[in-house]
């Protein structure tokens, strides 16, 4: 067993560095850097954050990060910037992580970090690629997972802590206790990988194929996330149908952007992204029945572990209460 798990993991990474030969040296095509945010982007809709322009040096190194991330994973970039490009920021907010003076913006995810890492870096080039959690929500990718989320998260708790206070602990002997206890007894890379699915896809990502940390995860996991990181898959139709919904909501033709999720939940019924749009577009058409339904059709479809499960929980009893209390 031990013979064929190192013979499998050898051809998974002859896979990923044979996948960078087509792919190798197109980072600079998929990736801009901008100084400001991207013209009828929805972060530009979003105003979440405000851009500030480049450091030469973090800028280089950013590049740097991207380009070596291509080249352990180059299915992730591509994935990424599946709609054109992958806009990276650099952004002056500060309340994303306590003594964070580095931030950066690839795409819609933020981080702040008290110095440059390559593998946060990595971790979020990950997010990017799995913009709408279809890979982090699969059944596949949960039935491993949640198991060792949930013992993980149970391990913390007896410390007093959970994922994102144990990630945040100083460097020093505790956390390093903790981190240990967290891989021996669960499998996961670190104890901010049981946080939620996303995260954890971006942490067993980051660490797997960040050479530096050492960590091989099951030959079940290969098998799974291979794909993923090796191969760049083209622009998905449904995505793509999803991201014009979204444009057709921004400028206010709420119609159109209901027509355009309908048909994106016709192509992927799961797709839980479009029933939550679709639904804020019934309530601004004021059909306040279907945008009810289609919220809590997204709330039901949002798995519990995933991170985006509080806020669908949120705004769904918020709009049930809207409705409820009537004009």
């Not at 180059?74 to 992958?86: M, Y």
């Not at 669960?186 to 067993?204: I, M, R």
């Amino acid at each position: 067993m031990a013979r064929w798990f190192r013979f499998f993991l050898a051809i998974s990474v002859v896979i990923i560095l044979c996948g960078n030969l087509a792919y190798g040296g197109e980072v600079e095509d998929l990736v801009v850097m901008r100084d400001t945010l991207r013209p009828n982007s929805s972060e530009a809709a979003m105003g979440t954050y405000k851009t500030i322009p480049w450091v030469p040096a973090e800028r280089a190194f950013v590049l740097k990060s991207l380009r070596r991330i291509h080249a352990l994973a180059p299915g992730l970039l591509p994935r990424a910037a599946s709609d054109g490009t992958l806009s990276v920021y650099r952004s002056n907010i500060r309340t994303y992580a306590k003594g964070g003076t580095k931030l950066i913006v690839i795409g819609k995810m933020v981080f702040a970090y008290p110095d440059f890492s390559f593998r946060v870096v990595f971790h979020e080039a990950v997010h990017a690629a799995d913009n709408y959690h279809k890979l982090s929500n699969s059944n596949a990718f949960r039935k491993i997972f949640e198991p060792k989320i949930e013992a993980a998260r149970a391990l913390l708790a007896k410390e007093g802590l959970t994922p994102a206070r144990a990630a945040a602990l100083p460097l020093g002997e505790r956390r390093k206790r903790i981190e240990k206890m967290v891989r021996t007894q669960t499998g996961l890379p670190s104890a901010y990988a049981a946080y939620s699915l996303s995260e954890c896809l971006a942490e067993v990502t980051s660490f797997w194929l960040t050479p530096e940390f050492k960590y091989t995860p099951s030959a079940e996991v290969v098998r799974l996330l291979s794909p993923f990181v090796s191969q760049a898959a083209p622009p998905d139709p449904v995505d793509q149908l999803f991201r014009q919904a979204e444009r057709r909501f921004r400028h206010g033709d709420f119609a159109a952007a209901l027509k355009k999720a309908s048909q994106v939940i016709k192509a992927d019924p799961t797709f839980y992204q479009a029933y939550s749009l679709r639904g804020y577009a019934y309530l601004k058409l004021k059909k306040n029945k279907y945008a009810l339904r289609d919220l809590k059709k997204a709330h039901e479809l949002v798995p519990p572990l995933q991170g985006s499960y509080a806020f669908y929980d949120k705004e769904y009893k918020r709009v049930r209460a809207l409705v409820q209390k009537g004009p």
